[in-house]
Nanobody, 124 residues
Framework: QVTLVESGGGLVQAGGSLRLSCAVS????????MAWFRQSAGKEREFVSG????????DVAESVKGRFFVSRNNAKNEAYLEVDILKPEDTAVYYC?????????????????WGQGTQVTVAS
């Protein structure tokens, strides 16, 4: 079994930044590519950003491009999402997800492992 645990969420003023972390434990070999999704109240969960297993490929949703940056440290079994210039519309629960292939997908159905989520609230 593999477990993903997110951390780093919180309340921040508009224009501020946060660094979200996702720690992978257990059968880490089941997680290669990783991604971040978010879900706002009353909306469907949406893809935010993904990163390949070796970190050489990243994919970022247009809505956050230039403000959100994904990275990972395989030696620590962790992935990160740097979220900058936050806007009130970025308020959501942010989820980390993993799949057992090298490259990320924008489709949540492809992901086999999910964290419990971390709340990000942006005050205007």
């Amino acid at each position: 079994q593999v477990t993903l645990v997110e951390s780093g969420g919180g309340l921040v003023q508009a224009g501020g930044s946060l660094r979200l972390s996702c720690a992978v434990s257990g059968r880490t070999e089941y997680v290669a590519a990783m991604a971040w999704f978010r879900q706002s109240a009353g909306k469907e969960r949406e893809f935010v950003s993904g990163i390949s297993y070796n970190g050489g490929y990243t994919d970022v949703a247009e809505s956050v491009k230039g403000r959100f940056f994904v990275s990972r440290n395989n030696a620590k079994n962790e992935a990160y999402l740097e979220v900058d210039i936050l806007k009130p519309e970025d308020t959501a629960v942010y989820y980390c997800a993993g799949l057992a292939r090298d490259y990320p997908s924008r489709s949540e159905e492809d992901y086999t492992t999910w964290g419990q989520g971390t709340q990000v609230t942006v005050a205007s």
